[in-house]
């Protein structure tokens, strides 16, 4: 398939399958089908791809437990489609590992806005040029929007005023190095490790981890953070529906987890109730 990029469609429905495949085809994908969750596993395993979207109500196993097992190996961007509109289905599938969804009956532009806004992020780590600053220096890169960017606190004077360590970009890589209570971040690599041990996370949580280091002790809202994943401009005024912020703290509660931070005494993820999230102090965490 050479360097075009790859789509997976796992759906029951024929009529939806078609449909989904039209769309990422139109976006550019090459596309690949599955109808069943055994068989949708089996070509996210062979395929690679860059992009799955994925039914709930399938005929053997449910798109739970597939994009579950998908996670076990796959960095893969998931969109859930399903026609259940209960919250509950809604967080129980960006816990599995999902990035986004849709409910069904969904707006094909809708689909293909959301899917083009999570490629043009990064899929996965690049290799660091020689003369990069090693590993063991955290690092958090400038977004290569300018999208994600707009309204955004510059990296290295609001972090900075947070107590994290930044190095200045690098003449090979541009990428900018960030380090605080023993995380440290590249955005360059799309490494992270903690007390030295690397961190396994999605791109999404990735995403908002790195804005929230680059925001350092400024609040970024929940809408803010949705904005940020959407590639969208902080103050263009689109909608952000209550469900869209619920699964920003579905995300954050899923990296905390895989961070090992705590709500109570946070080390780097500090909750500001009712609003949203920011950085938490250098030092010991502080109790709250």
Known sequence: MGDARVGLVIEDDQDIRELVRTV?????????????????????????????????????????EV????????????????????????L??????????????????????????????????????????P????????????AANAGAPTAGTAAATAGVTVTAPSAENGDRYYSHNGLELSYA??????DGEEMHLTRTEFELLHAILEAGRTVRTK????????????DVGSYISEADERSV???????????????????????????????APGGPPVEH
């Open 67 to 90: 994009a579950r097992q998908i996670r076990e190996f796959s960095d893969a961007y998931i969109v859930m489609l399903t026609a259940r509109a209960e919250e509950l289905d809604t």
């Open 223 to 234: 809408a803010d953070l949705v904005r940020r994943l959407r590639e969208e401009d902080y």
């Open 92 to 133: 129980i599938g960006l816990e599995s590992g999902a990035d986004d969804y849709l409910t069904k009956p969904f707006r094909p532009r809708e689909l293909r806005a959301r899917v083009a806004a999570m490629m043009r992020r990064p899929r996965a780590a690049a290799p660091v040029p020689a003369g990069a600053a």
């Open 189 to 194: 690599s799309r490494t992270v490790t903690v």
């Open 135 to 146: 590993a063991g220096e955290a690092a958090v890169g400038h977004s290569t929007s300018g």
């Open 249 to 279: 703290e579905v995300h954050m509660g899923n990296l905390r987890k895989k961070l090992g931070d705590s709500v109570q005494r946070p080390r780097w993820l500090q909750t500001v109730r009712g609003v949203g999230y920011r950085l």
């Open 24 to 64: 990422l085809t139109q976006a550019g994908f090459e596309v690949t089908v599955a109808a069943s969750g055994y068989e949708g596993v089996a070509a996210a395993r062979r395929l690679n791809p860059d992009v799955i979207t994925l039914d709930l109500g399938l005929p053997d196993i449910d798109g739970f």
